[in-house]
Every structure is written in structure tokens, then in C-alpha cells.
């Protein structure tokens, strides 16, 4: 392969890999947008802003790993929650940064319970609206079917 050769494939695996990165980005805008229209002017982030994603897991039967975002920043933090999936099991994601704003992408549950751990101080959005199928959704926050998902405020100062 020549020098040339090489360039030119390294450039266009570069451009890809910039382009993928735009992409995820954009897909991301209409989950992000929803979660700041539902904290109206309240949010600190601006028009365009910058974020990280939590990716969360798969469960099945119980079986597979657990999600948690316990990274505390001394700043207001936008995150966004990928999908969580449980399916006949029980499921819990923690979302424990008091200065943490999570835009829950979705949540679907499946015949088991999802607890959602929330950090006192912390901000929930969702980026969707919430459908309950012979279930309990207490947060409104995904799908469920034959189940539950419940939001648990964690760290709070005792009253």
C-alpha cells in the first residue's frame, strides 16, 4: 500500500468516525430537548448544551450487571440515561450525583419491578412519556408491562 494509499483510507476512517460521533449527537437532541423543555426555564444549560451518557444494562431473570452513576460534580451535570431493560427480574439504576441532571431516555420493564435510586438534590427528566400494561409506574418514566418502576430519593439530610 502506498503512502498515499494509506492517507486517503485513514482520512475517510476519520471522517466516519467524526461523522458517527455527529450522528450520535444528533439522535441524542430530541431526548435532551424534551428533558429541558420539562424543566422549563429552570435548567442551567443554555441552548446548546454539553451533556454526558449514562449507559445502562440489560437485565434478564436478574441476571446482569447493575447501572450507577456515582461520579459527584461540583457543578450542575446534564446526563443522559440510555434505555433501561429489565425483563422478569428486578433492576435498579442509581443516579446518586446531587448536582446531577438525568434526562431518562426510557425504561422498559417487563413482568419485574425497577427501582430508580435518586439522589436527593438530583433532577429527573423524561425524555418520553410513560405507558403502564397491568402494572404500577409510580414515575410515569417508561414502559411497563405487568410490573413496576418506583423512584427512591436517596441522601436526603434527616427531617
Not at 114 to 142: E, F, P, Q, Y
Request: proline share 5%; net charge positive.
Amino acid at each position: 500500500m502506498t503512502t498515499v494509499g494509506f492517507s486517503r483510507r485513514l482520512a475517510v476512517l476519520l471522517l466516519g468516525l467524526m461523522g458517527s460521533g455527529l450522528a450520535q449527537a444528533q439522535a441524542d437532541s430530541p431526548a435532551l430537548e424534551a428533558c429541558l423543555r420539562a424543566w422549563g426555564d429552570n435548567h442551567p444549560f443554555g441552548s446548546r448544551p454539553t451533556y454526558r451518557t449514562l449507559a445502562t444494562s440489560v437485565k434478564v431473570f436478574g441476571r446482569g450487571p447493575s447501572t450507577a452513576d456515582r461520579e459527584v460534580t461540583d457543578t450542575p451535570a446534564l446526563i443522559l440515561v440510555n434505555p433501561g431493560v429489565n425483563v422478569m427480574g428486578a433492576s435498579e439504576i442509581e443516579l446518586l450525583n446531587p448536582n446531577g441532571w438525568y434526562c431518562l431516555r426510557s425504561a422498559v420493564n417487563v413482568m419485574g419491578g425497577m427501582d430508580i435510586k435518586l439522589h436527593c438534590r438530583a433532577r429527573l427528566a423524561s425524555a418520553s412519556g410513560g405507558t403502564t400494561v397491568w402494572g404500577g409506574d409510580n414515575a410515569a418514566k417508561g414502559v411497563t408491562v405487568m410490573g413496576a418502576i418506583t423512584v427512591e430519593r436517596v441522601g436526603c439530610p434527616d427531617t
